[in-house]
């Protein structure tokens, strides 16, 4: 039989949720709050897009970097598939234990064509 994939749950960490504190919407709105990266999706299939998602937030939760801008676009006649997907994507392994929570970005940031994503912090290295 295949092995299941571990739920969220399984892994001790919450799967991230929808919807940021408006206190820190505001900071990273106003430019206040520092986006230590960019993704930007534009013309990726699905199978692209999910890939590139994977390795941008593994290698920026490697840095040590906390906050993320990720640009799906609102896709042709407001079909948006990457803007759809992003929050399954979200909920599944890997990404499901790196990502805190995240939310649609301000006008300035690309609106509801980007999201915000918070980063878990990583674990220190044990000696």
């Known amino acids: 039989a295949p092995q299941a994939q571990r739920t969220p749950a399984e892994s001790g ?3 991230p949720r929808s919807g940021i504190e408006q206190r820190a919407r505001r900071r ?3 430019g206040r709050l520092a986006i230590d990266g960019t ?5 990726m299939t ?7 998602l994977n390795g941008f937030i593994t290698y920026h939760r490697a840095q040590g970097h906390q906050w993320v801008l990720v640009i799906t676009g609102k896709g042709m006649r407001g079909e948006g ?5 992003l929050p399954d994507w979200l909920a599944m392994p890997p990404l499901a234990q790196q990502v805190v929570e995240y939310d649609a970005a301000a006008g300035p940031h690309g609106g509801s064509g980007a ?3 918070r980063l878990r912090r990583a674990a220190k290295p044990k000696p």
């Open 81 to 85: 598939r990457l803007r759809r997907a």
């Open 13 to 15: 960490k919450p799967p």
């Open 28 to 30: 990273l709105g106003r």
């Open 46 to 52: 699905l199978a692209e897009a999910q890939a590139a």
């Open 115 to 117: 999201f915000y994503l």
């Open 39 to 43: 993704l930007d999706m534009h013309g």
